[in-house]
């Protein structure tokens, strides 16, 4: 069987893994120069620190089939992604916890009586927190909410708090312990050559051709057995009920000689601050000695025609049109829409290949019972 992969990011790679390995003919295309999507990795050319490309990417997960999957082709080695904040003419540690309570608050409290202080300030009376805004104010009260939250969410997603969900909030933890490791899996680490490297090894198969620098169109669904569609949903039926909206980034880079600011990621809580954070690549590679720094500071905006989709925003408007367009895409028959921006979701790494895996497997096996004996 002939099958194509549109996408050369995590989606496209495994599930084209997967295919090749059980003996199909499988094609990977992508618009872009090169291949692992929005989790590219490259050495600066002028640093030679390896940057993360579209954002900073940090693998972590519960699932061990996952990790045990991502170590078979490249090595990991161990990182801990510890962020920083700054606000209000302070450096404070990230997720809140119990340091980040004790110096906001000038005290110095105990587990039991951090909770307690903190329970005294959230707004009990909210039981069953709808928006980001009330999430915070019932968990963290007003001045957390304030410090580290209503700007920083302000600015990440261009509206109020008060119009976005709860389960955005939801990510992050608040600890009443001085653990500030802003993960709370099982595994993590940063692949010791990049993400890019990683995805090179899983499309490295004799069955698997790959096609940089090459759009797939619609109407290139006839010429094989089966799509899987990594690409936007809304793109590929041009837009036809209009654009699903998606925050993009715009990153200003400059370098520095020596340490910029001593971790790899540093949150800017307040609106005054016109960028979300400032992320130091170097420290994503803390085995590796480099002089020279580069650094980005990242501004998120509404995502336009021509920019490149980060962040999803599904809110109710959003969350119709995509139904729409999720009908539309039931009734093209040889076309399965995958990832996150076939699917219209916020996914992490670990996320999209179990989804991955599990696709490709739930296809070989209803194709196989489909074959005549
Ligand atoms: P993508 O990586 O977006 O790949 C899709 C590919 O399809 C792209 O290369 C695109 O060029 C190509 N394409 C689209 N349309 C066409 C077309 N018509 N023809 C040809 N090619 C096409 N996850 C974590 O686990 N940890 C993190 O720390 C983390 N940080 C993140 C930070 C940011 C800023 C963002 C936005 C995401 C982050 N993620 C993180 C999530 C991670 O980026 C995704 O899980 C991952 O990129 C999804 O892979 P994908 O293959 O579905 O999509
Ligand atoms: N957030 C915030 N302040 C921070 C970090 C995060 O207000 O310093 C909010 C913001 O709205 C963000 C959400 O919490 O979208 C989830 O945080 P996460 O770190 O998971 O953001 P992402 O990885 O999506 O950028």
């Not at 992508?30 to 640093?47: K, M, Q």
């Not at 009586?113 to 980001?132: C, G, H, K, V, Y």
């Not at 608040?174 to 993400?195: K, L, S």
């Not at 039926?237 to 200003?252: A, I, M, P």
Request: charged share 25%; net charge negative.
């Amino acid at each position: 069987m002939k099958y194509c992969l549109v996408g050369a990011g995590f989606s496209g790679a495994v599930i084209g893994r997967e295919l090749a390995e059980a003996g199909h003919e499988v094609t990977v295309v992508d618009e872009r120069s090169h291949i692992a999507g929005n989790c590219h990795t490259e050495r600066d050319a002028e640093t030679g620190v390896m940057v993360h490309t579209y954002g900073p990417h940090i693998f972590h997960t519960d699932d061990q089939e996952v990790w045990e999957y991502v170590n078979r082709f490249t090595a990991f080695k161990p990182y801990v992604n510890r962020v920083k904040a700054t606000s209000r003419g302070q450096v404070f540690s990230l997720p809140i916890n119990l340091h980040t309570i004790n110096q906001f608050f000038g005290k110095t409290m105990r587990p039991d009586e951090a909770r307690n202080f903190i329970e005294a300030q959230a707004d009990m009376s909210i039981e069953n927190p709808l928006t980001f805004e009330e999430q915070a104010l019932r968990f963290v009260g007003p001045e957390l909410y304030e410090a580290f939250f209503k700007g920083y969410t302000q600015k990440q997603w261009g509206c109020h708090p008060s119009e976005l969900p709860a389960s955005i909030l939801k990510r992050l933890p608040v600890r009443f312990n001085y653990n500030d490791n802003y993960f709370f899996h099982r595994y993590q680490g940063m692949p010791e050559h990049g993400y890019t490297r990683l995805v090179e090894g899983i499309l490295d198969h004799p069955n698997i051709v790959v096609q940089l620098n090459t759009r797939f169109e619609r109407n290139q669904a006839a010429d094989f057995d089966h799509v899987f569609f990594s690409g936007p949903l809304d793109g590929f039926f041009d837009y036809k009920l209009g654009r699903l909206g998606y925050r993009t980034l715009d990153f200003e880079r400059f370098t520095y000689q020596g340490d910029y600011q001593g971790c790899a990621v540093m949150n800017y809580g307040e609106e005054s601050v016109p960028y979300t954070r400032i992320t130091e690549h170097k420290h994503f590679s803390p085995w590796e000695e480099h002089e020279g720094s580069i650094c980005y500071r990242e501004y998120s905006r509404f995502c336009e025609v021509d920019d490149i989709p980060y962040y999803p925003i599904r809110l109710v408007k959003e969350k119709a049109l995509l139904s729409d367009y999720v009908a539309k895409a039931q009734q093209v028959k040889n076309v399965t829409f995958v990832g996150r921006l076939g699917t219209y979701r916020y996914l992490d790494m670990d996320v999209t290949i179990r989804e991955a895996l599990d696709t490709a497997r739930d296809f070989l096996n209803c194709n196989e019972n489909q074959q005549p004996v």
